[in-house]
């Protein structure tokens, strides 16, 4: 199969929600103006580079504002570390990054809590089911290859766009642990203690598709997931399933020998830990769990014209081939591969993938965060 046949698969069905009309509110701290060749505009209401004259309109409105605030993105997560670098170097844009390993709710909850404050997100990298229930709180922006995105990975109006996707995987410490063939192998006595899952699934998409991943493993279908409820019952009765949050530190310590996360995610720790100790990655052969996460800018920004040249440079082949050297698969990768700006090194160095991604579409994601919401923590303790 030729590469980009491998990697395309039916992509997230994320239908949009009913569209709500928005009242565009910016505080004090958040207008920014350029007067490039379009004239006077104010940023917060831009929906397009057009508003600001063009590209470089836009980056002198972004560098008149000097920063840019970032939620929710770990340095080892999707590149995210150098994704930054490369974006304060290219633009001389300072970025504050607050709570790196917050989750999707977090997110939204910052947005909520800090609007009309100088400290308040630009922009979140969210769950699409956290995307589409929190709408009202972004703001309406589509970049320049927003043609290239399919349809059903993007709002309409551009309130948010799907930026990249991975395939839920088993991370391990060989020196510690045997070799899982399967989710269920962690079942086994050999694991006690051992599993670590990557956030609450109720509020954590990589700990939400870890759940589906299970469900899959064990009978279960996008329209059900009790059985991956079940088998995570199963574990925290077995005493194997840890009560922590993973992270490289937690793996490098030898505190999480197994962890339940992105491939992305676990691909990173692997060359944190490189040399310390034998961290493999597996992803499941037929049993395999896709899911696109969601870009959007803050309605209530205040760096509006910053986060706006965030989402211009995360989608450009620079940026995206960043999430590609992370392990991510941006949305744009089919276009980057026809234009033939794709770094095929980068796509040389994934893992295989044996057997066809299950997505599951925003009815699904929702309906079963429903039933998570009234079923986890009584089942999980």
Known sequence: MSTTGRFRWAALS???????????????CGKSETTGEGGGTDAATATSVEDF?????????????????????PPDWA???EIIKAFEAKYDIKINSAQPDAASQDEVNAIKQLKGTDRAPDVVDVGAAIAAANEDLFAPYKIVDWDKIPDNLKHPDGLWHADYTGYMAIGFDAGKVPAPTSVNDLLKPEYKGMV???????QAAAGFNGVVMASMANGGSPDDIAPGVEFFSKLSKAGNLLPVDPTPASVAAG???VVID?????LAMAKEVEGKIDWQVIIPENNIVAAYYIQAVSKYAPHPAAARLWQEFIYSPEGSNWWLRG??????????VEAGTVDSEAVASLPEVVGTPVTL??????AAQEYLLANWDKAVQ
Do not use: H
């Open 53 to 73: 004259g063009g590209m470089d309109g836009l980056v002198k409105a972004a560098q008149e504002e000097g920063q840019l605030n970032v939620i929710a993105l």
């Open 262 to 266: 992105w491939d992305y995610n676990l």
């Open 361 to 366: 579409t925003l009815e699904q994601q929702e």
């Open 79 to 81: 590149n995210y570390g």
């Open 196 to 202: 670590a899952l990557n956030g609450n699934p109720t």
């Open 14 to 28: 994320i239908v949009a929600v009913l569209v709500v009309s928005l009242l565009l509110v910016v505080a004090a």
């Open 255 to 257: 505190q999480t020998p």
């Open 327 to 336: 392990g991510a698969f941006p949305v744009l990768y089919d276009a980057m």
